[in-house]
């Protein structure tokens, strides 16, 4: 049966013609747009596209901030018969934008007018470019470069010269198989891949994830992901489509700050059901909340803490769980809702039902605190080469920890580096297989059969299928460090769960290639040991001040080793013995970090690789060495490791 993005398109519009589909902030309130309202334009746009000369396999790239024309302009491109290569706009000309727009074939170009410069400067390098249509207004337009009002003019000319039949003749052709997008990966691993997706991946995925979460035509959703996410793309829109659901975008600033600000408010105006987040925003917000309970005074934060003990022991890990005699806690959990966590829930528009949290994996702390203000924040697991969800936490189940149950249809095991099936509680790589399975990676044939096997998915992850069916992720199956013994062992839970227990760690990356100790690279969080180091009277520049730093960050390491407050949650053996505190942060700009917050393990252990030697002499080994003295506090530009990233 033929079911591709403009099949479930139509359905839509033809099951909910006056719900409203699409929300926008213009002229200082949200504009509805309905079902029908949208079809409208996407023909107008599409008809454009088709007048353009844009024929059926071309690829088109959506360079914008999310907005109405985002969507708009994706399923525009479908009528037209062409491919999306959605990009981020946190790319930049001189490196990952120019190889997707090249590597992608791409021949035209919807892009807004804030990101319009960085097209300008590398148009000339892209000799299949055929066409830019501008979404904003500009005082001047350069070769090449249409006003996106001129398209739906020309879509207008169109429609009125043509039958629809002729029209539609194109979008009606397009089948199951046929390519629907190129998404880029920025992954943990040094190029990026174009995870090839088709129109049945995505209606697939769609019918899947929506086996997990009950939504219905009432729903909204504010998507303050970037659309070209996957994770936003098939969860924040499409799902919501099929449902005959809202879907509002994040005002857009005039900077990227300015935006980030604009979202607090968006929620308060947009009052939405349920949101999409990643570890990093989701611990913005806990900030936020923490401080504005400690602006009310002490009184007010020993309330808070309170109500949060009690209602994170009655709501335990599970809902799986028998409550026992924790039903007896129930009518407190009731007082501190209503005098407390309501006005909580308030900052988020009052009918915020809960979180769901892709990318990273979730640290199970965070996720206590937010069932405890009354919004659970549920984790889920999937991969853009997955379209991308594969299992979710939900209302219905759920237990804190794990990723959930598996959508349905799909088929998992669990297998070792062979490739062999492990029992279920065994620990190994996660392998899928299912319609929402890649249809292989863009102009990589290599790539593609060393990730998809018979029909299989590897994914690179690793983890396990519990006994109560709820699928665990620990990390990535291919960045497992080996020791001298040849043990294997996931970094990512350690490395997480330093960052979290420590207000002194900021980042952190454990390194060890089968070596007989394990090493770690520390961002330190400079504001707090300085504010540590005030308190006790020291100055940060000192020899003093320098000392008692790294002192303290040897004593935070210390809390989960024998003695400490965290002993035993990991074997003691897979812990750093020694450290090297960097000077600068992992970030997206010197791509150390990627689109998803994840660290590229590679880029960093080859930036770092004369101080990851360091570490392993016997100078290197101790905490106050000279390297370690003159990094803790310098500023982080300008060094030897940053001239060593270039």
Known sequence: ????????????????????????????????STYSDVHKQVYRLGAGLQALGVKK??????????????????????????????????????????????HGDVKYIMVSGTQLKKIR??????????????????????????????????????????????????????????????????????DPKGVVLTHRNYTANVEQACTLVNIDQTWRTLIILPLDHCFAHVVGFYIMMSKGATVATVQVGRTPMESLKNIPINIREVKPH????????????????EQGIRAKGPGAVRLFNWGM??????????????????YALKPLVCLFDKILFSKVRENFGGELKFFIGGGALLDKDLQKFYVGIGIPMYQGYGLSEATPVISSNGPELYRFGSSGKLVKPIELKICD??????????????????????????????????????????????????KEGLLYVKGRFKSLLISSDGEKYSPEGIEEALVEKSPYIDQVMLY???????????????????????????KAESAEGRTAALLLIESELARFKKGGEFQGMFPERWLPSSFAVLAEPFTEQNQMINSTMKMVRPKIEKAYKERIDYIYTSEGKQTLNQQNMDSVFRIPYGNKQTDNMQ
């Not at 033929?2 to 359905?11: A, N, P, V």
């Not at 349920?274 to 909340?289: Q, R, Y």
């Open 121 to 190: 400067l590398i148009k000339d390098r892209l000799p299949l470019l055929e066409r830019i249509i501008v979404l904003d207004a500009q005082e001047r337009y350069e070769d090449k470069e249409t006003y996106v009002d001129e398209v739906l003019a020309m879509g207008d000319d169109f429609l009125a010269t043509h039958s629809m039949q002729e029209f539609l003749a194109v979008g009606q052709s397009i089948c199951n198989d046929d390519y629907a997008t190129i998404t880029y990966t920025s992954g943990t691993t040094a």
């Open 417 to 466: 580096t062979d490739g062999k099936e492990l029992p279920t509680g065994e620990m190994g790589e996660i392998v899928v297989k299912g319609e929402n399975v890649m249809a292989g990676y863009w102009k990589n044939p290599e790539s593609t059969a060393d990730t998809v096997r018979d029909g299989y998915l590897y994914t690179g992850d690793l983890g396990y299928m519990s």
């Open 512 to 538: 060890n290639n089968q070596c007989a100790t394990t090493t770690a690279l520390i961002v330190p969080n400079r504001d707090a040991l300085r504010r540590h180091l005030k308190e006790k009277g020291l």
């Open 274 to 289: 349920f949101i999409l987040s990643v570890p990093a925003l989701a611990k913005t917000f806990k900030k936020n909340i």
């Open 1 to 32: 049966m033929k079911k591709t993005i403009i099949d479930l398109f139509e359905s839509s519009v033809q099951k909910y013609p006056q719900n409203t589909f699409l929300l926008e902030k213009s002229d200082g309130m949200f504009r509805p």
């Open 57 to 102: 396999g071309d690829t088109m790239a959506l360079l914008s901030e999310g907005r109405n024309l985002w969507i708009i302009g994706e399923l525009a491109m479908f009528y037209a018969g062409a491919i999306n290569v959605p990009l981020s706009i946190k790319l930049e000309e001189s490196n990952d934008l120019f190889f997707r727009l090249q």
């Open 309 to 326: 003990k009690v209602k994170q022991l009655y709501y335990g890990d599970s809902n799986l769980d028998f409550k026992g005699w924790r």
